[in-house]
């Protein structure tokens, strides 16, 4: 469902990601993982359409990242860590909006949004503005966004940073709920939330993937905690140590 090959960013004399390569498969909840500055967010802005690559492909459900990229966008939802929410509008409202500018046909909209609502438990919210709801229910418009055209492909740039516990708990239920019939890519530094809800995982450091495999084979060798330090510890190249200007 997604692949990506020796994707690389320079910003001038500064790589942000360099040869980036991995895959998740159709259903697949995958954790893109990494320390603050390894490259998570760039590389997720570069999958999602928002930023261009320097060199490498990526694609999304066969269709290419950088030459056919409206296929890409009617097949790929992103949630990036600060939702794109308008503080003025209702949750109904906003859902409506979004739907129109992602070009969802007139006659489906109100359906999808019925759909994301029910989904995202926002049915005691559906006519309140956005300024006044909680954090945990910004989190939850901003994944109805994301959701609103029914892509098969999520992706969730640290979706749980900021909240409470409870509302952590319930945003991880939510994402489990997705798997199966989406592939979900879960960007974060939160270990604990990896090791509950992914399948497989990606480890990136310095701009470079140093750990690629299923969540199954990983912990059969130590928990994700002691996988995570030794991949992050190994020695990068002069070029691409401390480049990275990515959280």
Known sequence: MLEVRNLTKRYGDIVAVRDVSFSAAQGQILGFLGPN?????????????????????????????????????????????????????????YLRFVARIKGMAKD??????DRVVKLCGLETVRGRLLKHMSKGFRQRAGLAQALIHDPPVLVLDEPTIGLDPRQIIEIRSLVRELAGQRTVILSTHILPEVSQICEKVVIINDGQVVLEDEMKNLTRSGSLEEIFLRAVAKVSTPEAAGVSTER
């Open 37 to 93: 500055g390894a490259g998570k967010t760039t590389t997720m802005r570069i999958l999602t359409g928002f930023l261009p690559a320097t060199s490498g492909t990526a694609k999304v459900a066969g269709f290419d990242v950088f030459t056919e990229s409206a296929e890409v966008r009617r097949r790929i939802g992103y949630l990036p860590e600060n939702p794109p929410l308008y503080a003025e509008m209702t949750t109904e409202a």
């Open 108 to 113: 489906t909209i109100e359906d999808g949004i």
